[in-house]
Each structure stands twice: as structure tokens, then as C-alpha cells.
């Protein structure tokens, strides 16, 4: 277990500088006036060129990559250009109401998806053409509409739930559960469709399977055999399907922060990029991959604790 562990974070490591050097590229080579851009449309040459040399941006671009990696490596990633804040205090600032979001829609939507894909598994019929109609109805609803619809009908008409805006935890519970219902029902939609259908499909082939027949002719309880072994089996796939769900959501906060006007990451990642914070840009780059393979790691680990095959490759 610790060669495996040892190379899932080796690989980790290496995707992560992998991503965020091509991302620092990427970003300074589409990235052109950037001194202007933060002065804005008045500024005259010699302040755009003392900009750009306050910046380092006068600077060969190999020399400025080996500077923000030698930065990064101690924990640095600079300030914001935009307003002088370290950039990685902006990012606590904004990082726990997206988790917060994300962690809780996941939490929702792997029970309700493994309740909806285990039933429609074992009573197949109706109950297993309802699931894949919401499955393919999931997939071609895109998220924002959902959103939309929820703000319409349960805060505009309604006022059931606050429209937009966020309470802290720590302020009020009872309107910090209110503020983060619509966000994240309309991120539970898509996710717990889709989810089910995999893991729908996963219970499905562990079902045929010639051991879940031997364990049968035992005489061994359906109720027990599905909750010992079946779900055992069908678990990696599960996750791993969830995992991506994760990864696809820390994707789609960002308009859905927008429509419920949320100070989280997807905001923070749209006005940075707006505005040419290339600072910012790249700490959101690089914590957004370290997540990433936190999640990717745990689930790892965890299909290796269910499957000992999986911890030889």
C-alpha cells in the first residue's frame, strides 16, 4: 500500500507541474498588453512601460516562468495585480464557499444517485426506464437553465429562497442553509442523473455475474447480498464516476455563482481573467489541480482498499 500510495502521489506532483507550467505559458503568451489593460484606456506610453517594468513584464518570458516557480515552491504565488492582495489570501477568502457548495452537492447527489441506481438495477421495469429518462434528461439540460428555472419559481414568484447573495455559516445557520439550497440543487441535478445511470449500470453487470449466482444458491439473503458484495463490487466504478462529477463541478460553479451572485471561486476566476490578473489566474490554476488530485488520490485509495487488485498497477 505505501508504493502505491507513494506513486499516486509522484504522479500528482508531477501532473501539478506539469498543468500549471503550461497554464503559465499559455497565459503570458495570449496575454498582450497587459500593463495597459490594468491602467486602463488613458494611460500614457511612459506609464505603460514603467507598468511594465514594475511587473516584470520586460522581462524574457523563460526568466519570469523560473521566478513564479521559484515563488511557488516556497508558498508564494505574489500579489494581485488588480488590487495588491496576496493572492493567496484571496483565495481563502473565496475557496470555502465554493467547497462548501460542491462538497455538499457531491455528498447529495452519490446517495441519492446509488439509491436511484441500485433500485433501478435490482427492480428494473419502470422504475429502470424512469432513471435512464432522467439520465438522458440530465445530460441535455445544461445546469444554468436549471438554475434559472429554480430562481424564477422558488425565489422570485415564491420567496421561499433568497434570490442571491450569501450568509456565512458562522453568522446565521438557518440563512446560510437558505442561501446555498438553490445552488446547489441546480448542481445536483445534472450530477445525480448522470451518476445514477453509471452506477444503474455498474449494479447491473456485478448482478451477472457467477459469484452473486453461487452466493444465491446458498441461499443467502438478496438483501444481504447486495449490500455485502454487490455494492462492494460496484463501488469503484461508482466513485470514480463521482470523482469526475467533483471535477466537472468545480467547473460549473462558475456560472452558477454568477446567477445566485456567490463570492466564491467562479467569480473570483472570471473577474481575474477579465481583467488580466495573471497572478491570480495562476494561484486559481494551481489550486484547482491540487484539489483535483486530492480527490483523484482519495478516491484512488479507496478503490484500492476495496479491489487490492487495482494497488499492483
Known sequence: MASFLAKRLLSGVLLLFAISSLAFF????????????????????DQIKQKSHELG???PIVSRYFSWLKHALHGSFGNSWANNDSVISEIMRRLPITLSLVLIAILI????????????AIKGGMVDRVVQM???AGFAIPGFIIAIILVTFLAVKTHIFPATGWVA???NPSNWAKSITLPVISLVVATMTS???QIRSAVKSVLERDFIRTLTSRGISRREI??????????PAGLTVLSLQFVGMLGGTVIVEKIFALPGMGDLVVNATASGDTPLVMGIVVYTVIIVIVVNLVVDLINGW??????VK
Request: aromatic share 4%.
Open 169 to 171: 455559516f458562522t453568522d
Open 109 to 120: 447527489s452519490a446517495i441519492l444517485a446509488t439509491t436511484l441506481g441500485v433500485l433501478a
Open 57 to 59: 513584464l520586460d522581462q
Open 134 to 136: 432522467l439520465a438522458v
Open 195 to 197: 451518476s445514477a445511470q
Open 26 to 45: 499559455l497565459i503570458y503568451a495570449s496575454s498582450t498588453n497587459i500593463a495597459s489593460n490594468i491602467l486602463g484606456e488613458g494611460a500614457t506610453a
Open 226 to 235: 447486495i449490500i455485502k458484495h454487490v455494492l462492494r463490487a460496484a463501488a
Open 306 to 311: 476495496l479491489n487490492p487488485k487495482v494497488r
